[in-house]
Protein backbone atom coordinates (compact mmCIF):
# COMPACT_ATOMS: atom_id res chain seq x y z
CA UNK A 1 0.00 0.00 0.00
CA UNK A 2 1.29 3.50 -0.92
CA UNK A 3 0.17 5.13 2.13
CA UNK A 4 2.13 2.76 4.47
CA UNK A 5 5.80 1.55 4.25
CA UNK A 6 7.83 0.14 7.20
CA UNK A 7 10.90 1.85 5.69
CA UNK A 8 9.45 5.29 5.93
CA UNK A 9 9.07 7.00 9.27
CA UNK A 10 6.18 9.49 8.68
CA UNK A 11 5.48 12.49 11.28
CA UNK A 12 1.93 11.58 12.29
CA UNK A 13 -0.89 12.42 10.62
CA UNK A 14 -2.38 15.60 11.64
CA UNK A 15 -6.13 15.64 12.76
CA UNK A 16 -8.02 18.43 11.64
CA UNK A 17 -9.74 21.07 13.73
CA UNK A 18 -12.97 21.64 13.02
CA UNK A 19 -14.73 24.93 13.44
CA UNK A 20 -15.17 27.99 11.01
CA UNK A 21 -12.57 27.18 9.13
CA UNK A 22 -10.36 23.51 9.13
CA UNK A 23 -6.77 23.94 10.56
CA UNK A 24 -3.54 22.30 10.61
CA UNK A 25 -2.40 22.21 13.93
CA UNK A 26 0.85 22.04 12.35
CA UNK A 27 0.72 25.63 11.66
CA UNK A 28 -0.95 26.42 14.87
CA UNK A 29 2.28 28.21 15.91
CA UNK A 30 2.13 30.38 12.80
CA UNK A 31 -1.07 31.08 13.33
CA UNK A 32 -0.75 32.48 17.21
CA UNK A 33 2.35 35.11 16.01
CA UNK A 34 -0.36 36.12 13.28
CA UNK A 35 -3.40 36.57 15.53
CA UNK A 36 -0.61 38.51 18.33
CA UNK A 37 0.56 40.59 15.20
CA UNK A 38 -2.78 41.86 13.89
CA UNK A 39 -4.50 42.26 17.78
CA UNK A 40 -1.28 44.57 18.24
CA UNK A 41 -1.99 46.74 15.23
CA UNK A 42 -5.46 46.68 16.36
CA UNK A 43 -4.88 47.97 19.56
CA UNK A 44 -2.38 50.48 18.23
CA UNK A 45 -4.53 51.82 15.56
CA UNK A 46 -7.35 51.89 18.48
CA UNK A 47 -4.40 54.25 20.66
CA UNK A 48 -3.99 56.98 17.83
CA UNK A 49 -7.17 57.11 16.94
CA UNK A 50 -8.48 57.66 20.95
CA UNK A 51 -5.43 60.17 20.96
CA UNK A 52 -6.67 62.02 18.30
CA UNK A 53 -10.06 61.96 19.20
CA UNK A 54 -9.11 63.57 22.97
CA UNK A 55 -7.06 66.17 20.93
CA UNK A 56 -10.10 67.50 18.77
CA UNK A 57 -12.04 67.27 21.86
CA UNK A 58 -9.96 69.40 23.65
CA UNK A 59 -9.43 71.46 20.46
CA UNK A 60 -12.96 71.90 20.77
CA UNK A 61 -13.08 72.88 24.27
CA UNK A 62 -10.16 75.21 24.43
CA UNK A 63 -12.19 77.01 21.32
CA UNK A 64 -15.54 76.98 23.41
CA UNK A 65 -13.80 78.64 26.07
CA UNK A 66 -12.10 81.06 24.09
CA UNK A 67 -15.41 82.45 22.49
CA UNK A 68 -17.29 82.28 25.90
CA UNK A 69 -14.65 84.53 27.35
CA UNK A 70 -14.67 86.86 24.72
CA UNK A 71 -18.51 87.09 24.63
CA UNK A 72 -18.10 88.06 28.50
CA UNK A 73 -15.17 90.50 27.74
CA UNK A 74 -17.59 92.32 25.14
CA UNK A 75 -20.48 92.23 27.74
CA UNK A 76 -17.89 94.08 30.46
CA UNK A 77 -16.59 96.64 27.66
CA UNK A 78 -20.44 97.78 27.27
CA UNK A 79 -21.07 98.38 30.48
CA UNK A 80 -17.96 100.37 31.00
CA UNK A 81 -19.16 102.86 28.33
Do not use: C, F, N
Amino acid sequence: MPWYRKDQHAEAIPVPILGPDIIDPRQLSILKEEIAKRRAEAAQEMATQAAQEMATQAAQETAGAQVEGEGRRGQTQKRHH
